[in-house]
Every structure is written in C-alpha cells, then in structure tokens.
C-alpha cells in the first residue's frame, strides 16, 4: 500500500512536465451547477498506495452523508480514464480537467501540493492540503519541483489543512508554525479486520517486502535456519486490500518495517486481525505501538528484532499468547466509522463555509 519515494519523486517529475505543457488542468467559472463539489486530486498508480484508498472512502463518505449538499469526486489528472478495482469502493470519478471556482472545492495530497495549489491559486478556486505522510511534506522540494519557499506559501494560502495523526500535525506545525488554525485531524476505517483464537491460527510470520527491502533482507538474513521447520515466513506484495485481510486472518506475526509514516494501516490491521506485531513505528505508529500487542524495535537494530522474534515463537509454542481483546477494541475505536464520519462533517461543514464566503 506504499510507494518508495524514489518512485513517486519519478512520477512527479513526469507529472511536472506535464503541467509545464499545461495540458493538467481547465478552468471555468460559471454558476451552472447544481452543487458544490469536494474534488480529492490523487496520483495514480497502478498498485494504489493507503492514502490513496483513504482518500476514495473519505470521498464515499462524503456522498453517502451529504448527497442532497454536495457531490464528491476522485481526481487523477494525469489518467482522467483510468479505473481502480485494488480495493472496494463506490468513489465517482472526475473524467474530465475542468474546475470551477465557484463549485469546486480541491483538497491536494501533500506530495503535490507546491505545484497543484500554485495553479489553483492562480484561478482563485479554493483548496485545502490533507498530509497523510508528515514525511511527505518535502517530496517536491527533494525533486527540485518546489522550493521552499514555494511550499510555505500555498500552506499559508490553503483554506484547510487536514493531518492524519498526532505525529503528523507536530511535522506540520514543526515546519510551518503559523498554520494551526487551519488544521484539522482526519480519521479513517478499518473495519474489515477478522480475527480467530491463537489454537485456530498457523505458524506464519508476515511482512511486506516493498518497505525498507535492505532491512527485511537483514532481518530474514540474520534469522537463518533458526526459525523452527513448523513456522514459515510469508511475503505481502502484489496482493489486493481484502487478501490482505485474509493473509492477516491466518498468521500470528507481523514484521513491521514502516519508515517515516502518517499513520500506517497494514501493523494495524494485522493488530487488529489477530496478531502480535513487531517492529518500526515510523513514527507516527507510536499512536497506538504502545499497545500489549505491538513491539517496538528501534530501527537498524536488526539483531534486536530477530531475537524478539524468535522469543516470540517461543511464546507462541509454549502457549503463553492470547488473542489481545483490549487492543482490538482500542483500535476499532481509533479506526472507527463513526470518527471517520465526525472529521467528514467537520470538513464538509468548513468547506460549506468557505464556499459561502468566496
């Protein structure tokens, strides 16, 4: 559900060339519409990316909420025709470049907000930055597409600013200290998780591979033949949300190699499916890494996490590992419709407002 930042700053420099051939987007600024419009502008990618899934069930909601209001469309500037079957959804899609000042309101992933809201702002339709990954805010300027200054002022200039977790909202502040008004926290759901009792569960430790490769290389390198013959080792990768789910159902371990994220899915889900997860925080996981089921590894410290993970097997076949009821419930509260549902009203309510006053 994640991209390296060496592929997305690729896909930014293509989509830079695109803009400088300004064929990304049109404008218009007629009142011939029947409502107004929350427009979430996304990246396309062929293996879609957990802020991307996010942002369609934000979309979702917003028309299942607020039908009689507002409409709420998914945006992929770069492939107006393309189609996304990775996860379910119900999004409705924008198939067309077009924006209208007076109808539109466009909320910006943070890796393309510099050069995004520049044009935006030039045709005055209002916007706001949501930043699901506070290590993200840079990407432009680490690409060469933005300056710094460039980024502090569609900041300053947005309408909203909306951060997915504790952590995130310290980055943004850290970076632009005069922005707090502006910001409001975001919720998603994950409500898909199922889990059994340990005794019905198999011997499987998972991790994904696409996530710091050079430390599960390592970790996997350093573990050897030590893991015993009735445990086994699966890789996530290639594989759509709900197998996911499914793969998470049937282990016990999840290997977590985040590195400077929002507010990852896959530790919680796997939390949330059953298992004992060990690992990275990325920072942001340390909203809910204190929880009796995960454990934090420092990050490099590969010998560390292959001696917690091997005493944790040790556990696991001595029968001292239960199901952590209490750490579920926590997280299907801090992953829950009805926290997803409130940050919707409170969005559609300030961009209601803002539309009002333009």
């Known amino acids: 559900m994640d991209k390296s930042p060496r592929k997305i700053l690729k896909k930014l420099s293509r989509i830079d ?7 990304i987007l049109s404008f ?26 996010v942002s369609h069930h934000h979309s979702d909601t917003i028309n299942s909420l607020f039908s009689g ?28 470049n077009r924006l209208n000042k007076n109808r539109d309101f466009v909320i910006l992933p943070e890796m393309m907000a510099a050069r995004y809201a520049k044009v935006l702002i030039e045709n005055q339709v209002r916007f706001g930055i949501h930043v699901q990954n506070g290590y993200s805010i840079g990407l432009e300027l680490s690409s060469d597409l933005a300056s710094f200054s460039d980024l502090k002022d569609v ?17 943004i502040l850290t970076v632009f200290p005069d922005v707090g008004e502006k910001i409001i926290r975001s919720y998603f759901v994950i409500n898909k998780a199922k889990y059994q009792e340990v005794n019905d569960k198999k011997n499987i430790i998972t991790y ?28 996530i990768d290639g594989v759509t949300e709900q197998e996911v789910y499914d793969i998470f159902y049937e282990s016990k371990i999840f290997m977590s190699f985040s590195e400077f994220e929002g507010l990852a899915m896959p530790p919680a889900m796997a939390a949330m499916s059953g298992n004992y997860v060990i690992g990275y925080t ?6 809910y890494f204190h929880l009796p089921c995960f454990e934090e590894i420092p990050c490099g410290d590969i010998k560390t996490f292959v001696q917690s993970l091997l005493a944790s097997v040790a ?23 009805h926290r997803q549902q409130q940050f919707i009203q409170d969005l559609v309510r300030k961009v209601d407002q803002i539309m009002s006053e333009a």
């Open 17 to 23: 060339r695109q803009f400088k051939n300004n064929n």
């Open 28 to 53: 218009n600024n007629d009142y011939n519409f029947q409502k107004k419009s929350i427009v979430f502008l996304l990246p396309y990618q062929k293996m879609p990316a957990g802020g991307v899934i």
């Open 69 to 96: 209001e507002f409409v709420s469309e998914v945006f992929y500037p770069e492939n107006v025709t393309c189609t996304v079957d990775n996860f379910k959804h119900n999004s409705r899609f924008k198939r067309n």
């Open 155 to 171: 900041y300053l200039k947005s309408d909203i600013i909306i951060g997915n977790s504790e952590d995130t909202i310290q980055n």
């Open 208 to 235: 994904m591979p696409r996530k710091l490769s050079k430390h599960s290389q390592l970790v996997l390198l350093f573990l050897g033949d030590k893991l015993p013959e009735h445990w086994t080792i699966k890789a």
């Open 282 to 287: 990325g920072e942001a996981n340390k909203e």
């Open 315 to 337: 556990r696991f076949d001595s029968g001292l590992v239960q199901i952590d009821h209490s750490s579920i419930e926590y997280l299907k509260d801090l992953f829950s419709q």
